[in-house]
């Protein structure tokens, strides 16, 4: 089954812990997107990478930190300096740059600070 | 104000009834036209795509563009109590498109009722 995975599916973390969210997909896709969900707020975007080792911020990335090793892959850090970490995470991909492409979501990460 | 305005309800109708969900936006460069749907605790997926102004129909969902006004709907016929859920729009710019990023409206959340 193609699809894009995020672990864990709960998550906490501890004052002053950095902690990393897990998005892995096998859709062959070169576009991965990372959101924060929070109610009444739709979702707004973190971090995007078009293609392997390179990524950019997206509008509130202030807390956050990413990396693009390989394609299928795109963990997302939480650290300490985001104060306000309790949401829901979405990882997201799409075909490619370029194109108006759909974007396919993962089943989302609940993180919630202890 | 946000670039994308859409209602966060709740929106409470009985089964069969014609729904109508909206979101405006303001600006006029957006081209690209989506419409997610989220069941509670999981990822969004595409319901609705639609590319410039028009009508796009699937089965009981009908995806209305109005660039002039700058308001785009989705209808769902005789609603059933599995559309309860919370309905995402989502729009991009061929300004945008390039960097495949989407900016979301708030969500509404729909229950029918059996």
């Known amino acids: 089954d193609g699809g894009i995975t995020q672990s864990p599916k709960y998550l906490f973390r501890k004052e002053g812990q950095n902690v990393t969210l897990s998005c892995e997909q096998n859709l062959n896709h070169d576009a991965m997107y990372w959101y924060r969900q929070d109610p009444g707020q739709g979702l707004r975007l973190i971090y995007y990478s078009q293609i392997v080792n390179d990524f950019q911020k997206g509008d509130i990335a202030e807390g956050y930190s990413v990396s693009r090793e390989k394609k299928e892959s795109f963990p997302l850090t939480v650290t300490s300096a985001q104060k306000n970490p309790t949401a829901f995470y979405l990882c997201a991909s799409s075909r490619g740059q370029g194109t108006q492409e759909t974007q396919y979501f993962g089943p989302g990460t609940r993180l919630l600070v202890l | ?114």
């Open chain 2, 1 to 114: 104000q946000k670039e994308v305005e859409q209602d966060p309800g709740p929106l409470s109708v009985p089964e069969g009834a014609i729904v109508s969900l909206n979101c405006t936006y303001s600006n006029s460069a957006f081209q690209y036209f989506m419409w997610y749907r989220q069941y509670s605790r999981k990822g969004p997926e595409l319901l609705m795509y639609t590319y410039s102004s028009g009508n796009k129909e699937d089965g009981r969902f009908t995806a209305q563009v109005d660039k002039s006004s700058k308001y785009i709907s989705l209808f769902i016929r005789d609603s059933q109590p599995s559309d309860s859920a919370t309905y995402l729009c989502a729009m991009s710019s061929t300004l945008t498109s390039n960097t495949g990023k989407l900016i979301f409206g708030q969500g509404t959340t729909l229950q029918v009722k059996p």
